[in-house]
């Protein structure tokens, strides 16, 4: 082929390209038009039809399919042919009078339907009717036609909206129109407005499924709803800024499928309602018509070209959805709802990608045939199924998190952690599950250890700027903050200024020298008032070179403040040590002072006395026991055996005083009795803190009477000469200090030369007195050991009673000679 010649300025192939694209650009544009304006046409003519016949709009197309083929016209010209009937064309009357025959057969048709059925009540004929509408219904109906027909043309929903809001019609103009279209998950998606909804769209781009909204209930409820002003059925109506005097909410219904919605407000009440809002109400069918005919382009307009075939595959909405579960790395699938008498009772898998098939197939459940409660019985019917089916009813996702599946409930291999995540998708529901592995238990088990232990982990790489910090780490520097990383200078202004040279320093060493780092330093900054322990490792390339370092950030403030209490409780205790030594050196000599000596306890008249005050070595304390005896002015000797409650230098105290009150009192010549009430008084008034068991007695060494009287301690124990031992009676009072104004009693008994008594105490004398056991070998201790052997009766008496280590006993045994 001969090169074309070149034109001046470029080549003459571009310009005729571009001028073939244009006239074809032309010709499509033309065609579009021309198409719009035959389908508003044939429209009109499918009203017309609607309204002459009483028929549907698909039975009026059906009408204009049968005469376009019968005159053998196009359907546009049969079209426009009805539409002119209004105002009849002089060039087409072969048409009409076809339409007229036609539309005669069809009222014979009907005439005939009417005589085969029983009897009714004979509807007005078209003319009869069309006689008896007014003037303003003839006007709604033509407008309802024009409007239809230019709902029809529209090419957006905004132009819908417009129309809707701009024609000049007999009702007054709405202030605002919205139109939603339906999303899977429930929620109204705004696409279209005209006058203040404008705004609002702007703002509201997805409406929630809120009940307190007129239109979520409108199209939850398949109804039109109608309000006027003072309406209180949507109280919270103000969040979206709709006012009027007049509002409609309804649902876009394309045959069988709801696609959306429209609000329509009008700031005045229309007149003649109810007549009105019909014709208002019937023009929501073309709407959601062209609404869904949009729809439709917008799927269309996804088409797809596989590439080496030349012919165009569709790829609607439907096609995606297992294109992107597919696509998942976890495993999910589209749940449709089970009913059984109206009432959820499962879920079927209507898709599962592979990893949920396969999770199926590890619970012994067909993937083709799986269901919800199959794959999880239990887990499913406690938690999963409520929670999806609340899911269908408000749209809300749903978000659970530490899910436990059972393998003895829930057919799985082995105890599962799971989270899952599930959104409404039309009236189904798409949940995506996460099994946690190994690894997931274990972060999370070491996030939750560096929590209790308050440790924070970092890996800095050198050649990057910033450390990778650990949650934790990162709590710790910033508490409740969202932050992703604790800088390097964030670090450093962490540390106390006296601290800072030296940490410093270790860091030098980590870095260059590649040693591990240990220190201890005051937190300043964010920190401040906190004790950290920095520890880290340099991590080493190939040739020795320090490339990174890992490390942890403990706090170890309340370590350190549990520290210092136990040192100051240590020393505290140290200290308490020290004072109960003193104390009991203390009392141990004041125990010694009020103990008798041996050549003052020999040189009593007529008897020969032993006493024994046993201290627990081990314990370390001085309990209130001591014994004395003394002889009196007028003859005889006084014993005394006493114990007082409680331990240490206190008991001792208050021992001392009681024994030399029953000294005094003995000196004035005042019986056992009298001592035991008068020294009773005293303690109740002046010893309120302490009680006191005590035995006086007085001997007699002329007619060897011995009287006796005891406050809460038991009864002298007699040892005949032949060794047979026998328990005193007589009464025993209540211990010192118990009642104030206590009267005691005594009793005497006459001693045989070559008897022994021995009194005692011991902290389970009084229980074993109650048993009979203890008090029983202590009577019979002539048995078991010499009488005259003291250290032996000591010996027996802690045995028999059981006397603990840490109790002091007391014992005074008295021969007569």
Known sequence: MADKPPVEGGSAEPAEALAALVAKLRAELTGVRTAMRNRAVIEQAKGVLVERLGIT????????????????????????????????????????????????????????EAAAKPPAAPAPS????????????????????LLSARIAAARSYDEISEVLGTAPTAWPAPATVWLTLLDPDGAQRGVGSFGVAGEVRSRWS?????????????????????????????????????????????????????????????????????ELRRYVTALLEPVARQVDALIGDEIASAWYHVEGDDTAQAAPAQVWLPTVVDALHDPAALLSPVTEDGQLVDFRVEYAN???????????VDPDEATLLAAYPALGSATLLPEFARLLQDGQPRRLEGLRADPRTDGVPGPQTLSVHAVRLWDRVFAVWRVATEADLLYDQLLQAERIAGIGSFCWELRDPEP??????????????????????????????????????????????????????????????????LTAEPIFDETGNVTAVRGTVQDVTEERAIEGRLRRAEEALAAQRHRLADERRAAEALQQALLPTDPELGHTEGVEICGRCRSPERVGTVDGDWF?????????????????????????????????????????????????????????????EHTACLVVARFSPATRELRWAAAGQVAPIRYAASGQG???????????????????????VTLEPGDRVLLYTGGNARVDRRRGGGLDLVRRAGEHVDLSDFDAVVRHLVGALNVADDEDVCALLVHVR
């Not at 006689?131 to 033509?142: F, K, M």
């Open 726 to 748: 026998s328990v005193l009676s007589g009464p025993l009072g209540l211990p010192l200090g118990e009642v104030d104004e206590m009267a005691y009693t005594e009793t005497t």
């Open 126 to 145: 078209p003319a009869r009717r069309r006689a008896g509408r007014s003037p303003e219904v003839e006007a709604l109906q033509s407008q309802h036609q």
């Open 468 to 533: 990778r910090c650990s949650p934790e780490l990162v709590r710790l520097f910033h508490g409740g903050r969202d932050a992703a990383r604790v800088p390097v200078d964030e670090l450093t202004s962490s540390v106390h200024p006296d601290d800072l040279l030296a940490v410093q320093d270790a860091v030098r060493r980590t870095l260059v020298e590649g040693k591990h780092l240990l220190a201890e330093v005051r937190g300043a900054g964010r920190v401040n008032g906190r004790r950290l322990r």
């Open 57 to 112: 709009p698909d039975q009026g197309f059906d009408q204009l399919v049968r005469l376009s083929q019968r005159t053998n016209i196009k359907l546009i010209e049969v079209a426009a042919a009805i539409v002119g009937t209004t105002s009849p064309d002089p060039n087409a009357p072969d048409v009409v009078n076809l339409i007229d025959d036609e539309l005669r057969q069809h009222v014979a048709r009907r005439r005939a």
């Open 354 to 364: 592979v990893l949920a098939r396969q999770i199926f197939s590890g619970a012994r």
């Open 628 to 688: 004395d005896a003394a002889s009196l002015a007028g003859g005889g000797t006084m014993l005394v055996l006493g114990d007082v409650d409680d331990r240490g230098l206190s008991s001792m105290t208050t021992a001392a005083r009681l024994r030399y009150a029953v000294r005094a009192y003995a000196m004035l010549d005042m019986s056992p009795a009298d001592i035991l009430t008068a020294v009773n008084s005293m303690l109740c008034r002046m010893e309120v």
């Open 206 to 274: 997805r409406i929630p499924p809120d009940p307190a909204l007129p239109l979520v209930v409108a199209v939850q409820d398949v109804e039109t709803i109608w309000l006027s002003a003072g309406d209180v059925r949507f109280p919270v109506m103000g969040q979206v800024p709709f006012s009027g005097a007049t509002i409609l909410a309804s649902p876009l219904i394309a045959g069988e499928r709801i696609v959306g919605g429209i609000l329509l407000t009008w700031d005045e009440a229309l007149p003649g309602a109810e």
